[in-house]
């Protein structure tokens, strides 16, 4: 094969996948996400469908912009949720909030991350800020978040 051939079949090759990792787009750490809005909490125990990997106690942070996008359906670029998962005690017929598990990200910017529906994902392990979890540009995040293309692929949904 000629020399002059192999960059136009790595170009060809590697093309398809910068748009779906979001044509170059990183999810930043969430500084000061916990005095954002406080969107909602849940718990998901083991049994439950989504336990590997996320049985824990979920808190869901929005910022100004995400909350305007709960409540009229449409999310502006720079939209965050963050998803701050926890570990919990199970004692006295109590959950309680134990080690952080990882902060999941999710960044609207319908450009950078256009091949994901406009969202970035990542998720941080534990308490780092830079240990990043997400290692196919979100394409599995995403894969779930198709379930809730009528909502803008946000789950979270606006509580008065």
């Known amino acids: 094969m000629s020399k002059l051939w ?6 060809v090759a590697v093309v398809p996948f910068v748009g779906a990792f979001g044509a170059g787009g990183v ?18 125990q083991p049994g439950h469908s989504l ?3 996320f049985a824990g106690i979920h808190h869901i942070y929005v910022n100004e912009k995400a909350t305007k996008g709960l409540a009229n359906g449409h999310y ?7 998803f701050d998962l926890l570990n919990y005690h199970d004692a006295g017929n109590a959950l309680t909030e134990s080690d952080r598990k990882f902060i999941g ?7 950078a991350f256009e091949a994901t529906g406009g969202w970035g994902f990542e998720a941080f392990a534990g308490d780092s800020r830079t240990e990043r979890l997400v290692g196919d540009g979100g394409i599995s995040c995403f894969g779930c978040h198709m379930a809730a293309k009528d909502t803008a692929y946000v789950f979270t949904t606006y509580r008065k």
Request: charged residues 20%; negative net charge; hydrophobic residues 45%.
């Open 6 to 11: 192999l960059p136009v079949l790595v170009l």
């Open 27 to 44: 999810v930043s750490f969430p500084e000061g996400y916990r005095y954002w809005t406080h969107a909602k909490s849940m718990v998901i």
């Open 51 to 53: 336990e590997d990997p």
């Open 76 to 82: 502006d670029d720079g939209a965050v949720f963050v």
């Open 105 to 111: 990200v999710m960044e609207y910017d319908a450009q």
